[in-house]
């Protein structure tokens, strides 16, 4: 009943399709197939909605009402829907939305929304799992395979291959730094086989970077093999990103009254932030936003300046959130007009250093018998200090404290049983040489 009235009212709504522009003027309009399949704007903008489309009032009324899976098609269908039928949009939803986002009252009016129950248990995978199953349909249209490269320096590489785990149509050769990333990342990537290839370098991630660059200007390789990279600039990893909020929404909405809802994103490239200043665009009525950052304070000088300078990353315990040149700065500039008070109102900066970091990790096991990341830590500590009366916030625990054991366990008594079994992992191992890596591409593996 409620979706067949939302439905009406949507439609009516949406008279034209949804173009996607550069965040760098120029005439590019593209829907939102070619935006995922181009990952770039030819200009090297980022894609971003040309306009956003706003959800009626009653839908964020009646939000309870809905399924998980209803309110995701809802928020994403706008964006989507000139690419993806309804059918297709829900399949991919269903396969994005595997696990839950609980919203856990953590100290006072504060709440941890746990976005660490995913299969790499950071919030990454919802974005990975999801732009992964668009860029498969869209291949799969055009009958053709496709050929994912992705170097990194651990975390990132872990969510993207397994948002790409079996799906159809679909190899991927991931490449990490031999002896530069962690025994549970590495077998995040190696442990899963399939259409999934790990590729250990003997380099460093710069290595592994450049040896994926040089594949993309293969012109003769690329004659033979389909390539498609799977930034983290891409739309298609960014978009899903919003539900989080409107979910978390969902659960807070009984409590929440009269009082103001404010949350605390713990933030690098700003791209989980940029997810969440568009769905309050689109309605959802969240009254303020916490960037909270570790030392790499790009975007609070920003806030402060008014200039953006980009610095060297620095590195913290929260190293996720280690990005000195953050890439969504872009969407936040692009969303609201280059505005900075405009962009002052909705977003407040913070940034936390790592003694305050582990101190909080410290404080909150021993009040609340809660575990957090450091990145957690990060985002409750800036939720703290922006210190709104008569709210309740909302702080985003972005991963699972247990893959940064090695930091927790300076200040907390906790222990992580089991340790990684690395014995039965497959991986290729290739010295830093670009003819090795350009056979291991033809062959496909299955
Ligand atoms: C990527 C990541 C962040 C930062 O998110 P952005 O969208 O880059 O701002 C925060 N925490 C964890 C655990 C991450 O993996």
Same mark, same amino acid.
């Given at each position: 009943?409620?979706?067949?009235?939302?439905?009406?009212?949507?439609?009516?709504?949406?008279?034209?399709?949804?173009?996607?522009?550069?965040?760098?003027?120029?005439?590019?309009?593209?829907?939102?197939?070619?935006?995922?399949?181009?990952?770039?704007?030819?200009?090297?903008?980022?894609?971003?909605?040309?306009?956003?489309?706003?959800?009626?009032?009653?839908?964020?009324?009646?939000?309870?009402?809905?399924?998980?899976?209803?309110?995701?098609?809802?928020?994403?269908?706008?964006?989507?829907?000139?690419?993806?039928?309804?059918?297709?949009?829900?399949?991919?939803?269903?396969?994005?939305?595997?696990?839950?986002?609980?919203?856990?009252?953590?100290?006072?009016?504060?709440?941890?929304?746990?976005?660490?129950?995913?299969?790499?248990?950071?919030?990454?995978?919802?974005?990975?799992?999801?732009?992964?199953?668009?860029?498969?349909?869209?291949?799969?249209?055009?009958?053709?395979?496709?050929?994912?490269?992705?170097?990194?320096?651990?975390?990132?590489?872990?969510?993207?291959?397994?948002?790409?785990?079996?799906?159809?149509?679909?190899?991927?050769?991931?490449?990490?730094?031999?002896?530069?990333?962690?025994?549970?990342?590495?077998?995040?990537?190696?442990?899963?086989?399939?259409?999934?290839?790990?590729?250990?370098?003997?380099?460093?991630?710069?290595?592994?970077?450049?040896?994926?660059?040089?594949?993309?200007?293969?012109?003769? %390789?690329?004659?033979?093999?389909?390539?498609? +990279? &799977?930034? @983290? !600039? /891409?739309? #298609?990893?960014? =978009?899903?990103?919003?539900?989080?909020?409107?979910?978390?929404?969902?659960?807070?909405?009984?409590?929440?009254?009269?009082?103001?809802?404010?949350?605390?994103?713990?933030?690098?490239?700003?791209?989980?932030?940029?997810?969440?200043?568009?769905?309050?665009?689109?309605?959802?009525?969240?009254?303020?936003?916490?960037?909270?950052?570790?030392?790499?304070?790009?975007?609070?000088?920003?806030?402060?300046?008014?200039?953006?300078?980009?610095?060297?990353?620095?590195?913290?315990?929260?190293?996720?959130?280690?990005?000195?040149?953050?890439?969504?700065?872009?969407?936040?500039?692009?969303?609201?007009?280059?505005? %900075?008070?405009?962009?002052?109102?909705?977003? +407040? &900066?913070? @940034? !936390? /250093?790592? #003694?305050?970091? =582990?101190?909080?990790?410290?404080?909150?096991?021993?009040?609340?018998?809660?575990?957090?990341?450091?990145?957690?830590?990060?985002?409750?500590?800036?939720?703290?200090?922006?210190?709104?009366?008569?709210?309740?916030?909302?702080?985003?625990?972005?991963?699972?404290?247990?893959?940064?054991?090695?930091?927790?366990?300076?200040?907390?008594?906790?222990?992580?049983?089991?340790?990684?079994?690395?014995?039965?992992?497959?991986?290729?191992?290739?010295?830093?040489?670009?003819?090795?890596?350009?056979?291991?591409?033809?062959?496909?593996?299955?």
């Amino acid at each position: 009943m409620l979706t067949s009235l939302y439905l009406k009212v949507a439609r009516a709504l949406s008279n034209s399709t949804m173009k996607y522009i550069s965040t760098r003027k120029n005439n590019e309009s593209v829907s939102f197939k070619e935006a995922v399949i181009n990952g770039l704007s030819n200009n090297g903008g980022l894609y971003f909605p040309e306009s956003i489309p706003q959800l009626p009032q009653a839908f964020f009324n009646n939000i309870e009402a809905y399924s998980d899976a209803a309110i995701a098609f809802q928020a994403l269908k706008p964006f989507v829907e000139e690419d993806l039928s309804n059918e297709q949009l829900k399949a991919i939803i269903a396969e994005t939305l595997t696990f839950p986002t609980p919203t856990v009252p953590v100290e006072g009016n504060m709440f941890a929304l746990e976005l660490f129950h995913g299969p790499t248990q950071a919030f990454k995978d919802v974005g990975a799992r999801f732009m992964s199953r668009c860029l498969s349909q869209f291949y799969a249209e055009q009958h053709q395979d496709v050929t994912i490269l992705v170097a990194t320096s651990g975390d990132t590489g872990s969510a993207v291959a397994n948002g790409f785990y079996n799906v159809p149509g679909v190899q991927v050769k991931i490449l990490f730094p031999k002896g530069k990333i962690s025994p549970y990342q590495e077998f995040q990537m190696t442990s899963l086989g399939k259409n999934i290839q790990a590729i250990e370098v003997e380099g460093v991630f710069d290595d592994c970077q450049q040896l994926v660059k040089q594949a993309f200007n293969d012109q003769e %390789l690329r004659k033979q093999v389909t390539l498609s +990279s &799977a930034n @983290s !600039i /891409n739309i #298609a990893r960014l =978009l899903p990103q919003m539900l989080y909020y409107f979910l978390a929404y969902k659960q807070l909405k009984p409590i929440l009254g009269d009082q103001k809802l404010v949350v605390s994103v713990p933030s690098g490239n700003l791209g989980n932030l940029t997810a969440g200043l568009i769905a309050q665009q689109m309605g959802l009525p969240i009254t303020h936003f916490v960037a909270a950052l570790n030392a790499n304070d790009t975007f609070l000088q920003y806030l402060n300046t008014g200039s953006y300078t980009a610095k060297p990353s620095v590195a913290t315990y929260s190293n996720a959130m280690d990005v000195g040149n953050p890439s969504n700065f872009e969407r936040i500039a692009h969303l609201f007009q280059n505005d %900075l008070s405009q962009i002052k109102k909705h977003v +407040s &900066a913070f @940034s !936390i /250093n790592d #003694a305050a970091t =582990l101190e909080e990790i410290k404080h909150c096991y021993a009040h609340n018998n809660y575990v957090l990341d450091p990145h957690g830590a990060v985002a409750k500590l800036g939720l703290a200090q922006y210190n709104s009366p008569n709210s309740i916030g909302v702080f985003l625990g972005t991963a699972h404290p247990q893959k940064f054991a090695a930091v927790i366990q300076k200040v907390v008594p906790v222990s992580y049983g089991e340790t990684v079994d690395l014995s039965r992992c497959k991986k290729v191992s290739m010295r830093n040489d670009y003819e090795a890596f350009k056979d291991l591409i033809k062959k496909k593996k299955t």
